[in-house]
Structures are given as structure tokens and as C-alpha cells.
């Protein structure tokens, strides 16, 4: 199992499975999901890992936040879905997943219930 955008060991992956999920949710889900996800950790002061925990000034006002990278990276997250369709081998069964909808419809397929 790999988790991530690791376009730079793909290949390495790619050797190595079957099944190729790919979360290509719309951008605009993904950052609102984000934003949401950073509120409530600031909001509760959640530790994360190491002790770490969502601030202010480093959620809004760094370049350093997850808001701003997924800002920055919009126009790959957009074109994820046909990069990796063009990137993955034939013999890979590939699976896209680019709205709520077919998220919903491939938990429900296989008996898994979102929290």
C-alpha cells in the first residue's frame, strides 16, 4: 500500500500492485475538506504528531501551510486523475474516483461505512 502523490517511486509501486486507488476529488472539495479538517484541529487544539498542533499563523499566514500548498498545486490536483491514467501499466486495474458520489457508491460497494 502507498499513500501519497510519489510520482518519483511510481515505478517502484507500480511493480509492486494490483489495484490502483486514485482519490481525484474535485479541488474545491479537497480544500473546503481541508479547511474544515484545519478549523476544527485549531479550534480543539488536537495534537497531531510529535506534540504538533494547527495554529493560526502557520494554517493561514505561511507558506508553509496545507491551505496554501493545495492552493499552489490546484492545476496538478485538477489533472491528477489523466496523469496517472496516462502513468499506470494496463495490467494495473485502476480505479478513479473523481466525485462524492463515486466515493459514496465504492465504500457502499464494499460494505465500508465513512466516519
Do not use: C
Request: net charge positive; no cysteine.
Amino acid at each position: 500500500m502507498a499513500d501519497g502523490n510519489y510520482s518519483a517511486s511510481q515505478d517502484v509501486v507500480f511493480d509492486q500492485i494490483e489495484t490502483l486507488i486514485v482519490l481525484a476529488l474535485p479541488w474545491r472539495v479537497m480544500f473546503w475538506r481541508t479547511f474544515k479538517r484545519t478549523m476544527g484541529r485549531m479550534l480543539t487544539r488536537e495534537v497531531l504528531w510529535n506534540g504538533n498542533r494547527e495554529s493560526f499563523r502557520m494554517s493561514f499566514l505561511s507558506r508553509d501551510s496545507v491551505l496554501y500548498d493545495l492552493y499552489r498545486r490546484r492545476r496538478h490536483f485538477e489533472n491528477i486523475a489523466d496523469e496517472v491514467r496516462a502513468a499506470a501499466p494496463d495490467r494495473i486495474r485502476l480505479v478513479v474516483i473523481e466525485s462524492t458520489r463515486q466515493l459514496r457508491d465504492f465504500y457502499a460497494g464494499l460494505g465500508l461505512i465513512r466516519r
